[in-house]
């Protein structure tokens, strides 16, 4: 709709448009594992480790992220060590990481509305600010989503947007 020549005002060429496309799904699947690993090892540490139980904590939280690993990881793997999201400020995230693919799948859904009916259309658009944005924190925020989507939130939007579906 708007990647035109600045001089000539011609499209972008189809070729490039496609490539682009191609380019932006490169390793989705990576990535989309290595954030579940990051949430998985962020939710087990705050919620399930016991130093008794489970021993110790890198090597805890290493067989978890192995678990979402593309490779394996060498003996001495201490990513946990240098991850500063969890623990790097007072209250940390405290099980909270899991949150941002949360956020990607309820904003990947949204969008799918969008792209049904049209991403400009001004209707979507004001049913989007009336029934989720400017409730703010006055309801729950599943029912927010709901009045927007008349459901509750899919997970395949996202898996689709990045390529995996």
Do not use: C
């Not at 904590?57 to 991850?83: E, K, Q």
């Not at 029912?143 to 997970?155: C, E, S, T, Y």
């Amino acid at each position: 709709m708007f990647a035109r020549h600045y001089e000539t005002n011609e499209p972008l060429p189809s070729v490039l448009l496609e490539r682009l496309n191609a380019a932006s799904t490169f390793r989705a699947a990576n990535m989309q594992m290595r954030q579940l690993g990051f949430a998985s090892v962020d939710l087990a540490l705050h919620i399930d480790y016991s130093p008794e139980r489970d021993g110790d904590v890198m090597h805890y939280a290493r067989d978890i992220l192995a678990d979402h690993a593309a490779s394996v990881f060498p003996p001495d793997y201490a990513m946990l060590a240098g991850f500063s999201h969890l623990f790097g400020h007072p209250v940390g995230y405290a099980a909270g990481y899991y949150s941002y693919k949360w956020a990607e799948v309820l904003d990947a859904d949204a969008f799918s509305r969008f792209k049904a009916e049209g991403v400009l259309n001004r209707q979507v658009g004001a049913e989007f600010r009336d029934r989720l944005l400017a409730r703010g924190d006055a309801a729950d925020p599943m029912d927010l989503f709901v009045a927007f989507m008349g459901r509750k939130p899919r997970v395949d939007a996202l898996l689709e947007r990045q390529g995996l579906l």
